[in-house]
Each structure stands twice: as structure tokens, then as C-alpha cells.
């Protein structure tokens, strides 16, 4: 059976809308997902404590940022996963989960350079799937921003902690 033309347009009108709502939806998380980052160096510049409630300000920062690299990490083994590429993702997201954990047993310096290093390497990677149009140009844009947003964060607090 052929479908009307305005059966067509109708479905292409709720594939556009659907695909703004995931837009939406994405910007919505990830920049809120910026907060935790800024909260740390902010904390500790205007209160001059290290600590938080019970918790140790450098403790949730180094976390949450291990976090979200596995998290990226997690993003790009499912890119591996459904589509080619001529990276190896596998071997890449899970070095990178990996070195991020080694983050968290380190000092302060070391763990942060860890990160950065994390977070730029990921970027270089989104960097080339959205070169092989493996990643939308929307979402490689969503990514700087954010990852911009971390690194300053945490080389911030690094600096304003010594």
C-alpha cells in the first residue's frame, strides 16, 4: 500500500519532533550536568572550606568527574557497538574509564591533569566520529561546551585548592 502524501508528512513532521525533543532533553541534562562542576571551585573560593555538609569538596569533584568520563566512555562503546568506525572505541572508552578511576587514588595534581587528560582525549574522539559522521554536529557542539566547562572547573579548583 502507498502511503498519502500527507501520511509522509505527517510521519516526517513527528521524526522532527522527536528529534528536537531528544536535542532538548540532551541540552537539559548536560547542561545540568555542568552544575556539579561548578559548584566545587565556586564552594571553595567564596566559603574558603573543603568541606561540604560531610563531605570533602576535592572528594566530590574528583568523583563525579570520573563519572562523567565513564559515562563518555559508555557513550562511545555503544557508538563501537552499532556502528564502524575506524577508531577502536572498545579498546579506547574502557582505557580511558579505566585511567579515570586511577584519578581517584591519586594526589590532587595528578588526579586533575588525569581528568583533563581525559576529557580532551574524549574530545578528540568525538572530534573524529563527527568527522566520519558517526556523531551529529548537534551533539559534538553540546560536547565542547561541556567538556570546555569541566576543564575549567577542575584546573580552577586545582589552582584555587593550592
Not at 14 to 29: D, E, I, Q, Y
Not at 39 to 46: N, V
Not at 132 to 154: D, G, I, K, N
Request: glycine share 4%; with cysteine; aromatic share 14%.
Amino acid at each position: 500500500m502507498k502511503k498519502s502524501a500527507a501520511t509522509k508528512l505527517s510521519e516526517r513532521a513527528s521524526l522532527n519532533s522527536s528529534a528536537t525533543s531528544k536535542r532538548a532533553l540532551a541540552s537539559l541534562f548536560t547542561y545540568s550536568g555542568i552544575l556539579p562542576f561548578l559548584f566545587s571551585p565556586c564552594y571553595l573560593l567564596f566559603t574558603g572550606s573543603s568541606t561540604f555538609l560531610a563531605f570533602d569538596v576535592q572528594t566530590l569533584l574528583m568523583a563525579y568527574s570520573a563519572v562523567i568520563v565513564s559515562f563518555i566512555a559508555g557513550i562511545h562503546w555503544g557508538v563501537f557497538l552499532f556502528r564502524q568506525c575506524s577508531l577502536n572505541l572498545f579498546l579506547h572508552s574502557n582505557m580511558i574509564a579505566l585511567l579515570s578511576w586511577v584519578s581517584l587514588l591519586s594526589t590532587l595534581l595528578w588526579g586533575v591533569a588525569i581528568l583533563l587528560f581525559c576529557f580532551v582525549y574524549l574530545l578528540w574522539i568525538d572530534t573524529v566520529l563527527v568527522r566520519q559522521q558517526l556523531l551529529e554536529p548537534w551533539f559534538y557542539r553540546l560536547r565542547v561546551h561541556a567538556s570546555v566547562m569541566a576543564l575549567l572547573s577542575l584546573a580552577s579548583y586545582a589552582v584555587i585548592a593550592l
